[in-house]
């Protein structure tokens, strides 16, 4: 039934609005056996606001980590800070470079 059959003057009414959750899935390109420490495979993220803290993982094998990027070639990279605009779950890929230091 209407609201208005059970109201008998004017009023606002305010629709509240939730942000979505999504899942962002950590695709680290290699073994996690390989990797030092603990690293999450996901992590919950809100649309439309910072991704908020991504892992930052090492190895102890020469690799070193950059960033994390939207796709496997590494084009799109992917900070802290970026506000997360993708309607759905998504993965992000670790990019890694060889250690000559």
Do not use: C
């Not at 999450?40 to 990027?69: A, D």
């Not at 799109?76 to 000559?100: F, K, P």
């Amino acid at each position: 039934e209407p609201i208005s059959d059970y109201y008998e003057k004017d009023m606002n009414v305010y629709a509240i609005w939730k942000p979505k959750q999504y899942t962002i899935t950590f695709d680290y390109e290699m073994s996690m056996s390989s990797l030092l420490g603990d690293h999450p495979s996901s992590k919950s993220v809100t649309y439309m606001e910072e991704y908020g803290t991504l892992p930052w993982p090492s190895t102890g094998n020469g690799i070193r980590f950059e960033y994390w990027s939207s796709d496997r070639s590494g084009i799109s990279e992917i900070r802290s800070d970026d506000i997360y605009d993708i309607a759905g779950d998504t993965t992000l890929y670790a990019i890694w470079e060889n250690n000559d230091d």
